[in-house]
């Protein structure tokens, strides 16, 4: 297995740094031959269009445009592109000459002693001015691949752009979800404090009548106040998610808790996903992307490597003037000039580039297996993502059942212990299962709603590579 992904990998470094094709015969033994579809599955690829409208929710939309926007990792992510772009036109540079201007005046005097037989000294003084030119040809295609290497580094940081803008829109609509899901928490236990109260009062009528003990009333009791204690920690994670969501757009949370302090339910979580099949998960994932044009530029590390094994061209050149006197430096007697082609080839230089070449090709290899991981993590994450979305719908469908159930049975405890015909305890217990059932289907609501984003991160957002890529 191991043999196959190397030998892909080889395949990849020898294309050029453009995307290259996927050929099935080795992806069939690192990512399964199609995925297993449910009902609330298509085969369809997914929209290109962002992902997160899906859920119907314009505050969310606002938050993720500020995101893009603001988001220091984005912004960084940005800069590296533009790193990158001067770093091809830094290697592009080199197939053109270097140009110099120079201008200066000379004094100098020579001894007239330094040989057996003794001379008068000369002094030399003039002006000079010129142009100085040198020229490194590509004979062997160094240049070449240096502007392979920068062009495919440069794609990888728009492949890093894509990704990091899937994770930070999913990022942001996650911590939304769970800002939502903690309200509909805090929303659920004041509803049935409101509820425990009034259950309080008729423990407290029924034992002032007579027809119930003290047991009731502090059973009843107990239940209220322990349901009213857990709505400041309530109240405390919502604050704390509210600072989260700040962070991932950029802003401050005085500036956006005013948006986001009114309770408003999860957004819809049910939904028909796309999820395609696998080679075209391959051709959304950012990270497979970015992942490929690194093999790319690691394999045209390896050429450079080789290269420098070979000779090097270069002409060296200027043309001027110089003369004595200033009025007579532009006399066509002043004119200087001078040519001098260099072939330079290094003999020997203590296996420096022995070592460079290893280097690179264990960078390569570095480079071919973090593809293959790429890969299999991105299966690994799909199959994750689809299998824990899928239970979860299935978990709130059984959920909803049982909470129908617990408020029969709240209300039905409630009618025979108002006749009498049953003890507080069956109360006490109806009680405090409807609660936590409750509580119980809206995380889990939440929970599937952070399940879809993370299947639609999965499968590599909304974002179209060969849009993002120019």
Not at 20 to 37: G, K, M
Not at 232 to 245: D, Q, R, Y
Not at 284 to 292: F, H, L, S, T, Y
Not at 297 to 323: N, Q, W, Y
Request: charged fraction near 20%; glycine fraction near 4%; include cysteine.
């Amino acid at each position: 297995m191991r043999g196959i992904y190397t030998l892909f990998g080889i395949m990849l470094c020898a294309a050029s740094a453009t995307q290259a094709t996927v050929p099935d015969r080795y992806l069939r033994d690192s990512i399964p031959s199609q995925w297993n579809y449910d009902a609330q599955y298509t085969q369809t690829l997914p929209s290109e269009d962002n992902w997160w409208k899906s859920l119907s929710d314009p505050l969310l939309d606002s938050l993720i445009s500020h995101g893009i926007d603001n988001n220091f990792n984005i912004t960084i992510a940005a800069r590296r592109i533009n790193i990158a772009r001067q770093t091809i036109r830094n290697a592009k540079a080199a197939y053109y000459p270097t140009l110099g201007i120079s201008a200066g005046w000379i004094s100098s005097r020579n001894s007239g002693n330094t040989t057996s037989t003794s001379m008068p000294h000369t002094d030399l003084n003039y002006f000079s001015t010129g142009i100085d030119m040198a020229w490194q040809i590509d004979l062997f295609g160094k240049i070449t691949s240096k502007v392979k290497q920068g062009k495919a580094q440069w794609l990888a940081t728009q492949a890093e752009y894509a990704a990091t803008m899937v994770s930070i829109c999913g990022d942001i609509a996650s911590a939304y979800i769970r800002l939502r899901t903690l309200q509909t928490e805090l929303a659920v236990a004041q509803q049935h404090l409101e509820s425990q109260r009034k259950v309080l009062k008729i423990a407290e009528a029924r034992h002032e009548a007579g027809l119930a003990s003290k047991l009731d009333v502090a059973q009843a009791a107990t239940i209220y106040y322990s349901t009213e204690a857990s709505i400041p920690e309530l109240e405390s994670s919502i604050k704390t998610s509210i600072n989260a969501i700040s962070i991932l757009i950029g802003e401050y949370p005085e500036t956006i808790t005013s948006k986001l302090v009114p309770i408003k339910p999860i957004p819809e979580y049910r939904q028909i996903v796309g999820i395609g099949i696998p080679l075209d998960l391959l051709r959304r994932r950012p990270d497979i992307v970015q992942a490929e044009y690194s093999l790319a530029a690691a394999a045209a590390a390896v050429g450079i490597a080789k290269k420098d094994f070979l000779p090097t061209l270069t002409i060296e050149g200027s043309i001027g003037v110089a003369s004595h006197s200033i009025d007579k430096i532009f006399d066509s007697n002043s004119f200087t000039y001078s040519i001098a082609p260099k072939l330079s080839w290094t003999i020997f230089d203590g296996m420096a580039r022995n070592a460079s070449l290893v280097t690179a090709r264990e960078n390569m290899q570095v480079a071919i297996d973090q593809y293959n991981l790429a890969l299999m993590t991105a299966v690994q994450e799909v199959d994750n993502a689809m299998v824990s979305y899928k239970y979860l719908l299935r978990s709130i469908d059984y959920l909803q059942n049982v909470v129908a159930q617990a408020k029969e049975a709240f209300d039905l405890s409630i009618d025979l212990y108002k006749q009498g015909l049953t003890d507080f305890t069956d109360v006490a217990d109806a009680q405090i299962s409807y609660l936590q059932y409750s509580d119980q289907l809206a995380v889990e609501k939440g929970n599937a709603a952070v399940a879809l984003i993370k299947l639609y991160e999965a499968l590599g957002g909304g974002w179209n590579i060969s849009e993002l890529i120019k």
